[in-house]
Structure formats: structure tokens, C-alpha cells
Nanobody
């Protein structure tokens, strides 16, 4: 059974930091591309950051320079370090695992991030 479980969300003041974690099971983690998406109320789900199985990263323009995605293939985990958080970063953040060239595409349940004073 495939599971992706996020943690680390919460309430933080503008300018603050959070670190999200996603632990996976049931997949060959090292060959999966991993990503963090977010969805705010009334808005489309959007890609925040992604990391390939080879470690190549890409980011949404809105988070470049503030967020960093990383992975630990030994622990089957992916992380999102978020700095200089802004109110517009408020959303549910979801972990995604995708195997290129297949239909294997898995999602976690999400973790809420709220940036507010």
C-alpha cells in the first residue's frame, strides 16, 4: 500500500519559517520524482517545488529564493524548507510522488500552512 504522509505545517507569522516533511512507503522512492504542491481556498492546485530522482530541482517563481526542496533516499523522505513566509503562502501543502513514463502518481493528504500575524 502506497502512503505519503506530510507533517510540519502550522501557524507562523509573516517572515517566519517552517519545514515540511513527507515520509513515503510502498514505492521505490529513489526512482520517483517528488514534488510539493499547494492549494488555497478557491484556487487551483499549483506546483511549489519539485525534485527529480537525480536531484534536479525547480521552483515556482513565487517561492524562488525562499523555499528549498530536498530529498533523503535512505529515509524515503522529501522536505520543503520555507523561509520568509508571506500571507499568500497560506494553503494546504501536498506531497506528490510521480514515476516518469508511467501512470504512477501518488498524493498525500496535505498539511495546512497558515501565515498570519
Amino acid at each position: 500500500q502506497v502512503q505519503l504522509v506530510e507533517s510540519g505545517g502550522g501557524l507562523v507569522q509573516p517572515g517566519g519559517s517552517l519545514r515540511l516533511s513527507c515520509v513515503t512507503s510502498g514505492i521505490a522512492f529513489s526512482i520517483y520524482a517528488m514534488g510539493w504542491y499547494r492549494q488555497a481556498p478557491g484556487k487551483q492546485r499549483e506546483l511549489v517545488a519539485a525534485i527529480s530522482n537525480g536531484g534536479t530541482t525547480n521552483y515556482a517563481d513565487s517561492v524562488k529564493g525562499r523555499f528549498t526542496i530536498s530529498r533523503d533516499n535512505d529515509k524515503n523522505m522529501v522536505y520543503l524548507n520555507m523561509n520568509i513566509l508571506k500571507p499568500e503562502d497560506t494553503a494546504v501543502y501536498l506531497c506528490n510522488g510521480r514515476r516518469s513514463g508511467t501512470f504512477r502518481n501518488y498524493w498525500g493528504q496535505g498539511t495546512q500552512v497558515t501565515v498570519s500575524s
